[in-house]
């Protein structure tokens, strides 16, 4: 009895289609992605728009949901290629991070809750709106952002 011959597929044509397109789309003008945090209301890989205009609070927005941070609640703010390798909370890694090619340009914001409870949240941003976003958050917050690395801050810095 012969059997049916599979062709041997890599670990991307086993994904569901649905599944690769956080891995194809890319952030990109006045987008934002939540990838991941303690903000249960908004699911992981949301792309949705960051309002900086309030002078006490930083809200994400998207058809998924949103957040609000109070600007004086943020404890730490870190910006590189890797997602948050300091944030004292539990984040998922999603899969389309570890198959994604492109540079990736993470903001990683700790800041305590409502409650007073540690809380962070995860954002992917466009390559060109970094400055401007972690330049009113440092002066909004009084906190400054520590980088990734000596290629991150020029990146940021020029």
Do not use: C
Not at 95 to 120: C, E, M, N, Y
């Amino acid at each position: 009895m012969s059997g049916i011959s599979i062709p041997r597929r890599s670990l991307l044509s086993l994904l569901p289609i649905g599944a690769l397109a956080p891995i194809v789309a890319a952030v990109r003008g006045e987008e934002v992605m939540y990838v991941g945090g303690t903000v249960a209301e908004v699911p992981e890989a949301t792309q949705g728009t960051m309002d900086t205009k309030d002078q006490a609070k930083l809200t994400f927005s998207s058809a998924k949901g949103g957040f609000a941070i109070n600007y004086k609640s943020i404890k730490t703010l870190e910006y590189g290629q890797k997602a948050g390798r300091r944030l004292g909370v539990a984040l998922v890694i999603t899969v389309w991070a570890l198959f994604s090619k492109k540079r990736k340009h993470f903001l990683t914001i700790g800041f305590d809750g409502s409650a007073g409870q540690p809380q962070g949240v995860v954002l992917e941003i466009a390559k060109g709106r970094a400055k401007t976003f972690i330049t009113i958050i440092e002066a909004r917050s009084g906190k400054k952002v520590e980088y990734e690395s000596e290629e991150a801050k020029k990146h940021v810095h020029g």
